[in-house]
């Protein structure tokens, strides 16, 4: 009964492919989010929805297009991949977006790999 | 703009003693912060974390921070250390108003037998 879901778990995929990873949760949150996680174990916010709507977008390159479906979703697409694109993404989710101490759970993660 | 600094990305400790790591905060506004744990291969777990309550915060897992606003520090502590605990553990502030996690690089900590 996983309350933050990723799917693919791992992906493999050459230089210039155009590639999505799926998002669920099934806590009722409004608000959910996308991070990278680099080679250096950094971790960065991209994106942040609340409730459909885009209320953080970090400076990210155009390729990256994250889409919600509804308030319980949120994939990532990723166009013409890079090989500084590899990394692990994480998918979380809170209750709100306005309080700050709201905790943000997270998603088991999904390993890029572009080659 | 917020940060946080944890000091050494490596910290290797002996199963019994006592666990320390290190966080120190940048913020302009009174801070929240967080403690998170990653196991392998595994997402992030929160540990425990401060929003202006009580300054000594107790988390899962025997866990605990203080925070201390004169030394701009919130470090993560364990009496006890158990085999399991270990991970990489990563420090994280935001502010009121804000829901950006701002991470620090994090401390892989490693347990002696």
């Known amino acids: 009964d996983t309350a933050v879901s990723q799917t693919p778990k791992y992906l493999v995929t050459q230089m210039g492919n155009d590639k999505s990873i799926k998002c669920e949760q099934n806590?009722?949150?409004?608000?959910m989010y996308w991070y990278k996680q680099d080679s250096k174990k950094f971790l960065k916010i991209m994106f942040s929805?609340?409730?459909?709507?885009?209320?953080i977008n970090e400076t990210v390159p155009n390729r990256f297009s994250p889409k919600s479906p509804d308030k319980a979703h949120l994939n990532l697409h990723i166009n013409s991949l890079e090989l500084g694109d590899s990394a692990v993404y994480f998918c979380a989710s809170s209750q709100t977006s306005g309080g700050a101490e709201d905790t943000q759970y997270f998603g088991p993660g999904t390993r890029l790999t572009v080659l | 703009a917020q940060s946080v600094t944890q000091l050494g990305s490596h910290v290797s400790v002996s199963e019994g003693a006592l666990v320390l790591l290190r966080c120190n905060y940048s913020?302009?506004?009174?801070?929240?912060l967080f403690w998170y744990v990653q196991y392998p291969n595994q997402g992030l777990q929160l540990l425990l974390k401060y929003t202006s309550a009580a300054t000594l915060v107790k988390g899962i897992n025997g866990f605990e921070a203080e925070f201390k606003k004169s030394e701009t520090s919130f470090h993560l502590t364990k009496p006890s250390a158990h085999m399991s605990d270990a991970a990489e553990y990563f420090c994280a502030v935001t502010k009121f108003g804000n829901e950006k996690l701002t991470f620090g690089t994090g401390t892989r900590l490693t347990i002696i037998p």
């Open positions: 929805y609340n409730n459909k709507e885009l209320i």
């Open positions: 913020s302009s506004v009174p801070p929240y």
């Open positions: 806590l009722g949150h409004d608000t």
